[in-house]
């Protein structure tokens, strides 16, 4: 069974340009999360989506969005870049919807911002 | 605020000892907990997980203890092994309006051959 595929592994962007980033679930999996990975703040959840819906979020700002397709896959969008937001964006999935349950990781997009 | 730490940022070990890693959490709302093992260019990847109504959970050579007392989290691993070498991360889900999860900052764990 294949894992989280998130495409791509890296990016290059500059300041003020926006990204969208891939995330394909394991199949079956309904529900995708996304994080945000710095070493200067670790890493920090920022929204779950289930059944094409965003069911739980963190505390980032509306620059951060997301969706989810029928089929599961979502996206992950990014507006006006920013330094700060160089870091690696991780994708996840489970089963159903709901963060009390162990959550299956991508490898992750790197992004870079210059 | 919130925030989940842990006490020690690096652990070495020899291969063979026991491992113990900590995490300590602020929520007492948070009801489910669970550690990820992430090595170097990959994905955090599960380990074992554990509900608030449970104090102590196994599984294959790892443990996890819940003290809601204080509010403290522990991962023990046994005969640890070089493969063992990576980031370990503790996370709480936290239920509030949404549900959210927040980490740890991650301890860093190598194995001594």
């Known amino acids: 069974k294949a894992g989280v595929t998130q495409t791509p592994r890296y990016l290059i962007k500059t300041r003020g340009q926006q990204v969208t980033l891939s995330c394909s679930p394991i199949?079956?999996?309904?529900?995708v999360s996304w994080y945000q990975q710095t070493p200067g703040q670790g890493l920090q959840f920022l929204f779950e989506y289930f059944s094409e819906t965003q069911r739980n979020k963190g505390n980032f700002p509306g620059r951060f969005s997301g969706r989810q397709f029928s089929n599961s896959r979502s996206e992950m969008n990014v507006s006006t870049l920013e330094l700060g937001d160089s870091a690696l964006y991780l994708c996840a999935s489970s089963l159903v919807g709901g963060l009390n349950q162990p959550q299956h990781f991508g490898d992750g997009t790197r992004l870079s911002i210059l | 605020g919130e925030s989940v730490g842990l006490h020690l940022p690096t652990l070495s070990v020899q291969e063979g000892d026991n491992s113990i890693i900590n995490c300590a959490y602020s929520n007492s709302a948070s009801d489910y907990f669970i550690w990820y093992k992430q090595e170097s260019g990959k994905g955090p990847q599960f380990i074992i997980d554990i509900r608030s109504n449970m104090d102590k959970r196994q599984g294959q050579r790892v443990t996890v203890l819940l003290n809601k007392t204080v509010k403290h989290l522990s991962l023990q691993i046994a005969a640890t092994q070089p493969g063992d070498s990576a980031v370990y991360f503790c996370?709480?889900?936290?239920?509030?309006?949404?549900?959210?999860?927040?980490f740890g900052p991650g301890t860093s764990l190598s194995v001594i051959p």
């Open positions: 199949s079956g999996h309904r529900s």
């Open positions: 996370a709480e889900n936290l239920k509030t309006s949404y549900d959210k999860v927040i």
